[in-house]
């Protein structure tokens, strides 16, 4: 089986920078993907790592361990527009979700 | 614009009608699938295709009846649903469900249901 565990809620200010942390349990490995889900709208993909360390874009990085079963979502220079859900998903096809962490942005 | 189009965006439907969902995708893949996404819970799947066959059916009731007539469409039949049936459908497509590596992806904007 598989199992994925993300915070429910964080708060961080405009500017500032945040991590979103993820662990799994999965019985196969095949990456771990992260997507960005604005209200009412689809989710949209952010990263994939399959290897250890962290991947780099922009003011998003991904970061993998798997001997830990541990991700994390890092934003910088935080904006308001980056309120959001953001879902944490085994690469396992086909993808299995978290429950999704709410960032709410704050002036 | 994700190149997944459902129609419709939202939906209000009796506990005794009949209705469809669809699922276009405009980016050649061969896998589709449908997620259910209620409050408060995590995306959920319910049927996966791969090269227009049923590779997955993750026990869903049969008042939902999926329909895969070509690579590039997916169905998602409705009838005698229930109230708390009511969620977000999303249709999301990939490139292969068996292709290495992994790729991502691709999301509709999904269908709001609501069933009174």
């Known amino acids: 089986g598989q199992n994925i565990d993300q915070p429910t809620e964080m708060t961080a200010t405009e500017g500032a920078i945040v991590q979103i942390n993820c662990t799994y349990q999965?019985?196969?490995?095949?990456?771990l993907f992260w997507y960005q889900q604005h209200a009412g709208e689809a989710p949209t993909f952010l990263s994939y790592?399959?290897?250890?360390g962290l991947e780099e874009k922009g003011r998003f990085s991904s970061f993998l361990s798997r001997s830990k079963g541990y991700s994390y979502l890092l934003l910088k220079e935080l904006q308001m527009k980056d309120s959001a859900s953001y879902l944490c998903?085994?690469?396992?096809?086909?993808?299995?979700f978290g429950k999704g962490t709410r960032l709410s942005v704050i002036a | 614009e994700t190149g997944v189009t459902q129609t419709p965006r939202h939906l209000v439907m009796g506990m005794t009608n009949k209705k469809s969902l669809k699922c276009e995708q405009h980016?050649?893949?061969?896998?589709m699938y449908w997620y259910k996404q209620s409050a408060k819970k995590p995306l959920e799947l319910m049927f996966v295709?791969?090269?227009?066959?049923?590779?997955e059916n993750n026990s869903v009731p049969s008042r939902f009846s999926p329909e895969c007539p070509n690579s590039s469409h997916l169905f998602l039949h409705l009838h005698t649903l229930q109230p708390e049936d009511s969620a977000l459908y999303l249709c999301?497509?990939?490139?292969?469900?068996?292709?290495?590596?992994?790729?991502?992806?691709?999301f509709g904007q999904g269908t709001r249901l609501t069933v009174v």
């Open positions: 999301a497509s990939s490139q292969d469900q068996n292709s290495e590596p992994n790729t991502e992806a691709f």
């Open positions: 999965t019985s196969g490995f095949n990456g």
């Open positions: 790592n399959v290897l250890d």
């Open positions: 998903a085994t690469g396992n096809t086909p993808l299995v």
């Open positions: 980016l050649g893949h061969n896998a």
């Open positions: 295709y791969n090269f227009k066959e049923q590779t």
